[in-house]
């Protein structure tokens, strides 16, 4: 059963009633909780606000840019509930330097040019402090130039190619090292692949990562054996599934999106490719817990994920913040990588902001390396000075009920670097 989106506000018309946030402080890890008890005194708007955003005595406004309808509303929905849930949560606990946080919430419909219009009516018309947004690459590159051109600043959640670094854009997700080069070393190391096809949905971020994977996969004198893209929303995956059966790769490194995730892997399924059998294994990138909510457990069980989140993880931070989640989206609902980065993103600027003493873009972007996180759910997180994020990485096995079991993690936090030499 696909995530149903949330329907489309453009102001939260459904503020949590108190019992449901007394229940999300509850929920709240206890150093969050203890940081959120500093009493700030709201300084004047005019100190704060120096350059004509949405800021008054009592509010901020800020914007929610994702895909609530189309073929990308499968991956994106969970954003959306994720970053309502952290402002919900940062208002219960004082708000941001003594000011409510109201948003706007637009729709990017799954299409470029629709997220490039939709952004700068944020930026422009409703001035909004900050946009949590994007999810796909093709996405974030429609909306990127006008961020630049308006001084805006983007929380950018998802697992990307790298190749990009902007003032106006802090990177929540994982960056190519921390993600492609790590998950492909983990796949070689300790499942002895040798030979690999590529396949992916036709657009920058899959054709970037899989030219990433590629050089890798040479680099370490192993094969690619085929590569395949598709458009988003495509079906029909039988010829490419019969070329893996034909050539026998020993992993299919898949990077297919959105709604077309659900046709592949019941299509690999009924043409008897058993993932728990390992031969071929099957590695994914772009995989989460909340588009296993629409395949199904049972059609992707036995694939891999090389992700820095899965729901399982264990530690009081995400304990909490499942228990969260659920109690305001629903016992039925599923947490992924994305999902929790988007997350972050609030969290983030809150910090940035109070460290700045002002919502100015400017000041803000100055505040933000450095920034820490130690009540992540994936653990701990610190903004860089290239404004990704320093994290680790795991590796998640596919259950049959739709989580993953995490069968690997890093040792140390990986640096995030998204120009690695030689793989431009």
Not at 317 to 337: C, L, P, Y
Request: aromatic share 10%.
């Amino acid at each position: 059963m696909m995530k149903k989106a949330p329907p489309k506000a453009t102001r939260d018309d459904s503020q949590a009633s108190r019992r449901g946030l007394l229940k999300m402080l509850a929920a709240l890890p206890a150093s969050l909780m203890l940081a959120s008890q500093i009493s700030w005194a709201a300084p004047a708007t005019s100190e704060v606000n120096t350059s004509g955003l949405a800021v008054t005595d009592d509010t901020v406004t800020v914007g929610i840019l994702h895909s609530i309808t189309g073929t990308m509303a499968i991956s994106e929905t969970g954003s959306v509930q994720a970053e309502k849930l952290a402002i919900e949560q940062i208002n219960a606990t004082g708000g941001v330097l003594g000011r409510q946080i109201e948003y706007i919430q637009e729709d990017g419909a799954s299409d470029w040019p629709t997220f490039a219009e939709k952004s700068k009516k944020l930026l422009v018309n409703d001035k909004v402090a900050a946009v949590f947004g994007c999810w796909t690459s093709a996405s974030r590159k429609a909306v990127l130039p006008v961020f630049e051109q308006y001084n805006g600043m983007l929380y950018y959640p998802t697992f990307y190619e790298g190749l990009e670094q902007s003032p106006n854009v802090i990177y929540t997700g994982q960056e190519a090292t921390q993600q492609i080069i790590a998950g492909i070393d983990w796949v070689v190391k300790e499942k002895g692949a040798k030979s690999f096809y590529l396949l992916g949905s036709d657009y920058i971020w899959p054709r970037t990562s899989n030219k990433i994977a590629r050089k890798h996969i040479e680099k370490l004198g192993l094969k690619v054996v085929g590569e395949e893209y598709y458009p988003l929303g495509h079906t029909q995956f039988n010829s490419v599934i019969n070329k893996i059966k034909l050539r026998k790769p020993d992993v299919i490194y898949a990077i297919v999106v959105g709604g077309s995730n659900v046709a592949f892997y019941k299509q690999l399924k009924a043409a008897g490719i058993d993932l728990t059998k390992e031969k071929p294994l099957l590695l994914t990138i772009s995989v989460t817990e909340d588009e296993i909510l629409g395949i199904g457990g049972e059609n992707i069980d036995g694939a891999y994920a090389a992700m820095k989140y899965f729901q399982s993880l264990d530690n009081p931070n995400n304990e909490a913040f499942v228990k969260a989640f659920k109690e305001r989206w629903g016992d039925d609902i599923v947490i992924g990588d994305v999902t929790q980065a988007a997350y972050l993103g609030p969290w983030l600027w809150k910090a940035a902001v109070e460290k700045a003493g002002s919502f100015d873009i400017d000041k803000v972007r100055a505040a933000s390396p450095g920034i820490e996180l130690t009540t992540a759910p994936e653990g701990y997180v610190r903004i860089h000075e290239n404004h990704h994020l320093w994290s680790k990485t795991r590796v998640g096995l596919a259950q049959p009920d739709g989580q993953y079991k995490v069968v690997y993690e890093s040792e140390d936090l990986i640096e995030p670097n998204p120009f690695p030499e030689g793989y431009q």
